[in-house]
């Protein structure tokens, strides 16, 4: 069974950095993308970028793009989420997810079970 | 980017109606309209796509249509595991965009 599994919550202070990960298994995930999906509370979702491990390739929407950092360890098929300096209106659920074709637009058809960061003083 | 807008935002029904939630696209994007169904505290669930091909496993009583700028899903006969947020997303063109999501709740 194909899975994405992702890093537990987080709470943070603001300026602080932080690195939320989401583990591909049960296949070959290198030759996929993995992508990031943000949803604040009582909000919807943002598509915010995607990786593909196998070469790094990164796509991010302009929205989010110098916000965040989106890598990979194709060894271990992990992509990551990265802030170097955290803000109060990034505390959300952040999902990864996996488009379900070679397409990096396409819909996702696999997701993680979200992790929660919150940013608060 | 491109605009997704979905209409209404909540809706309630009863158990055996027929909903129908409407998504336009602030330009064309052929097909490539896809569905989720979110239930609270769970990740979106993918439900439709290119507008009306219903993904593996998804019940029969759900179903799309549209094209161009208009699309819609329909929920026929309702179920009381339909209560959920639906959230339409084009795939046509990069960033990908969601709609702001319609709340369905069942009286």
């Known amino acids: 069974e194909v899975q994405l599994v992702q890093s537990g919550a987080e709470v943070k202070k603001p300026g602080e950095s932080l690195k939320i990960s989401c583990k591909g298994s049960?296949?070959?995930?290198?030759?996929?993308?993995i992508g990031w999906v943000r949803q604040m509370p009582g909000k919807g979702l943002e598509w915010m970028g995607v990786?593909?491990?196998?070469?790094?390739?990164?796509r991010y929407s302009p929205s989010f793009e110098g916000q965040v950092t989106i890598s990979a360890d194709k060894s271990i098929v992990t992509a990551y989420l990265q802030w170097s300096s955290l803000k109060a209106s990034d505390t959300a659920m952040y999902y990864c997810?996996?488009?379900?074709?070679?397409?990096?637009?396409?819909?996702?058809?696999?997701w993680g079970q979200g992790t929660m960061v919150t940013v608060s003083s | 980017d491109i605009q997704m807008t979905q209409s209404p935002s909540s809706l309630s029904a009863s158990v055996g109606d027929r909903v129908t939630i409407t998504c336009r696209a602030s330009?064309?994007?052929?097909?490539?309209l896809n569905w989720y169904q979110q239930k609270p505290g769970k990740p979106p669930k993918f439900l439709i796509y290119?507008?009306?091909s219903l993904q593996s496993g998804v019940p029969s009583r759900f179903s799309g249509s549209g094209s161009g700028t208009d699309f819609t899903l329909t929920i026929s006969n309702l179920q009381p595991e339909d209560c959920a947020t639906y959230y339409c997303?084009?795939?046509?063109?990069?960033?990908?965009?969601f709609g702001q999501g319609t709340k369905l709740e069942i009286k």
């Open positions: 997810a996996r488009p379900w074709s070679s397409d990096f637009t396409d819909a996702f058809d696999i």
């Open positions: 049960g296949n070959n995930f290198t030759s996929y993308w």
């Open positions: 990786i593909r491990p196998g070469d790094s390739s990164t």
């Open positions: 330009q064309s994007i052929s097909s490539f």
């Open positions: 290119t507008a009306s």
């Open positions: 997303q084009q795939s046509y063109s990069s960033p990908p965009t």
